[in-house]
C-alpha cells in the first residue's frame, strides 16, 4: 500500500534554532516528492521538489534531502523564525503510465512550534 | 483573480441542505482537485479532473459530487450534508503535462450541524 508517514507529528523550537522533519514512504513506482508548508488557516504551498536523482536541495533556510534507497526524505530548517511556525507537509507522487496522471500521497504533517 | 480561490471561506451549514463549494482557477491548468482536511488524517482525495469535461472518483468520494464544465471552474456539491462532512475543503490545479506542482486554494471551512 502506497503511504507516507512523518515525524515528529508536532515539534516546539526556539527561535534561532535549526530542525530536522523526516518523512518515510512506502511509494511506487516513485515519480517525486515535495515538501509544502501550509501556515494556520491557509492552503498548502510548496517549498522543494525532489526527484529521484536529486539528494539534496535548498530554499532559502530550507533544505531538503531524499534518499531514494531507503525510501526517506528530511527537511531540514536553519535558524528558525517565528514565521516558520506552520504545517510541513510530504507529499510523495506515484508514477503512472500510459498516459495517466500521477497520484499524489499526502502525508498527515508535522506541525511546528517557533516559540520567542 | 491570480492563482486559485475557493468560495465561502466558511460556512454553517443545516444537515440534509444542499450546498456547492466554488473553485476557480486562472492558470489555464489541465487538472483540478478536491481535498478534505480532517484533524490527523491528512488531505484525502474527493474527486478530481484531469480535463475540461471530465472527472473521477478519489479516496473519499461518497456524498460529494463535481463538475468540469470549462477549465476554470470546479465546483463540489454536497447533495445532503451530513455532520461528517464537517471539514476543511481543499481545491487544488497542477498542469500535469509540465508536472508542476499543486497549487491550493485558502480552504473553505464547512461546518454541517
Known amino acids: 500500500k502506497n503511504q507516507v508517514e512523518q515525524s515528529p507529528q508536532s515539534l516546539i523550537i526556539l527561535e534561532g534554532k535549526n530542525c530536522t522533519l523526516q518523512?518515510?514512504?512506502?511509494?511506487?513506482?516513485?515519480?517525486?516528492l515535495r515538501w509544502y508548508k501550509q501556515d494556520t488557516g491557509r492552503g498548502p504551498v510548496s517549498l522543494t521538489i525532489?526527484?529521484?536523482?536529486?539528494n539534496t536541495k535548498s530554499n532559502g533556510r530550507y533544505t531538503a534531502t531524499l534518499d531514494a534507497d531507503t525510501k526517506q526524505s528530511s527537511l531540514h530548517i536553519t535558524a528558525s523564525q517565528l514565521s516558520d511556525s506552520a504545517s510541513y507537509i510530504c507529499v510523495v507522487s506515484v508514477r503512472r503510465y500510459g498516459g495517466a496522471t500521477n497520484k499524489l500521497i499526502f502525508g498527515t504533517g508535522t506541525l511546528l512550534a517557533v516559540q520567542p | 483573480i491570480a492563482g486559485i480561490t475557493q468560495a465561502p471561506t466558511s460556512q454553517i451549514l443545516a444537515a440534509g441542505r444542499r450546498m456547492t463549494l466554488r473553485c476557480t482557477q486562472d492558470m489555464r491548468h489541465n487538472a483540478m482537485y478536491w481535498y478534505r482536511q480532517d484533524l490527523g488524517l491528512g488531505l484525502r482525495l474527493i474527486h478530481y479532473?484531469?480535463?475540461?469535461?471530465?472527472?473521477g472518483k478519489g479516496e473519499v468520494p461518497d456524498g460529494y459530487s463535481v463538475s468540469r464544465a470549462n477549465t476554470d471552474d470546479f465546483p463540489l456539491t454536497l447533495a445532503s450534508a451530513v455532520p461528517s462532512q464537517t471539514s476543511v475543503y481543499f481545491c487544488?490545479?497542477?498542469?500535469?503535462?509540465?508536472?508542476?506542482?499543486?497549487?491550493f486554494g485558502q480552504g473553505t471551512r464547512l461546518t454541517v450541524v
Open positions: 518523512c518515510n514512504y512506502t511509494v511506487s513506482p516513485f515519480s517525486n
Open positions: 479532473s484531469n480535463t475540461a469535461g471530465t472527472t
Open positions: 487544488a490545479s497542477r498542469d500535469t503535462d509540465k508536472n508542476t506542482e499543486a497549487f
Open positions: 525532489m526527484t529521484f536523482s536529486e
